[in-house]
């Protein structure tokens, strides 16, 4: 059974940073592609940022040069570090991966509120 299990939400200042990771069991982690999305209330869900099997990534303009997407393929875990942190970029955060025959899964969610 796939599972995807997010951490590192939480609240966190303007201008501040945080590391969500995202760590995958049954399946093998190494030749699926990755992703962040998030949803904020009345919103619908977005892409953050996505990384291939093979390391190559994307992002939503709203993120580039804030966060970076990175995976541990000996962990099986998908990184995204975001920094520069925007009271517009709270949203629940969800990990996402593709199997090379393209069936996805989601994770659970976790919080991020950026708020003074």
């Known amino acids: 059974q796939v599972q995807l299990v997010e951490s590192g939400g939480g609240l966190v200042q303007p201008g501040g940073s945080l590391r969500l990771s995202c760590a995958a069991s049954?399946?093998?982690?190494?030749?699926?592609?990755m992703g962040w999305y998030r949803q904020a209330p009345r919103k619908q869900r977005e892409l953050v940022a996505r990384?291939?099997?093979?390391?190559?990534?994307v992002y939503a303009d709203s993120v580039k040069g804030r966060f970076t997407i990175s995976r541990d393929n000996a962990k099986n875990t998908v990184y995204l570090q975001m920094n520069s942190l925007k009271p517009e970029d709270t949203a629940v955060y969800y990990c996402?991966?593709?199997?090379?025959?393209?069936?996805?899964?989601w994770g659970q969610g976790t919080q991020v509120t950026v708020s003074s």
């Open positions: 049954g399946s093998i982690f190494s030749i699926n592609a």
């Open positions: 990384i291939t099997s093979s390391g190559s990534t």
């Open positions: 996402n991966m593709i199997n090379p025959q393209g069936r996805g899964w």
